[in-house]
């Protein structure tokens, strides 16, 4: 993916947009924030967490009827989504039937590939989670996985300006 068109942005608008992929979410977005954008680290956490939330309200609200119609119209939507939805029920559902809503924020607090706020979403919706505490248990989440990527962040920086 080229991301080249982030450097002609304020790195404040390139933290939040990068925060808002679904591949970089908080776990790219703060330590490029810190490092390569020398941001605050306040504004580094605050713009990365609410990027990284923004497609959870967007996904939650929009994903049934959208992904509906592009089904209705398009064998290959129709492919993709089938392929989607079964890979996030398949990594999801054993996590909600023992935990329940605890297991959508943890889900999406683990900052590795495959979690986050774009798969918990969409968790959340397969498994008709209501809104409301959806959104309130992706937040929560999203707000962890930005404590957790600055701590490990600061420390790598920390450690790299000591070698």
């Keep these: 993916m ?16 990068l ?20 941001l605050p680290v306040w504004q580094a956490f605050s713009l990365a967490v609410i990027g990284s939330y923004i497609p959870a309200i967007l996904i939650i ?10 089904r209705q ?24 039937k023992v935990w329940g809503k605890v297991a959508l924020m943890l889900f999406v607090a683990i900052p590795l590939p495959v979690t986050g706020v774009w798969t918990g979403s969409l968790a959340a919706w397969l498994f008709a989670i209501d809104k409301k505490s959806s ?13 957790i990527v600055t701590i490990v962040s600061l420390g790598i920086i920390n450690i790299f300006n000591t070698i």
């Design 61 to 70: 609200y929009f994903i049934g009827p959208v992904s509906q119609w592009l």
């Design 2 to 17: 080229d991301l080249h068109f982030l450097n002609n942005l304020p790195p404040q608008l390139s933290t939040f947009l």
């Design 19 to 38: 925060a808002m992929l679904p591949i970089g979410e908080t776990r790219a977005a703060i330590p490029i924030a810190l490092e390569s954008f020398k």
């Design 73 to 96: 119209h398009s064998k290959v939507m129709d492919k993709f989504f089938h392929w989607l939805f079964e890979r996030t029920r398949k990594k999801f559902e054993g996590k909600y």
């Design 135 to 147: 959104l309130i248990y992706i937040g929560l989440g999203t707000f962890l996985s930005g404590v």
